[in-house]
């Protein structure tokens, strides 16, 4: 059998329709549970999803800080809900 698969998979075509065909049964199995394609993938560890950094820029971080140690805890704390 596996010679048969590795035989088979030089063409590209059939690869890609394989795979095509593939997907598409999935995501119709998917969409009777209102799952997602993404999530499936993601939920199975073909895919790992990289946390973007922090939106905030460094420099308000740096300004926040300073405003941190000149006015007290209590008025950093007050001032962000």
Do not use: C
């Amino acid at each position: 059998m596996s010679k048969e698969v590795h035989r088979a998979a030089k063409n590209p075509r059939e690869i890609l329709y394989h795979y095509g065909l593939i997907k598409i049964l999935i995501a119709d199995k998917l969409g009777i549970r209102n799952d997602d394609w993404d999530d499936f993938l993601q939920r199975n560890q073909f895919i790992t999803v990289i946390e973007e950094p922090s939106a905030q820029p460094l420099d308000e971080l740096h300004e926040a800080n300073k405003n941190l140690e000149e006015n007290g805890i209590d008025a950093y704390l007050s001032s962000h809900p």
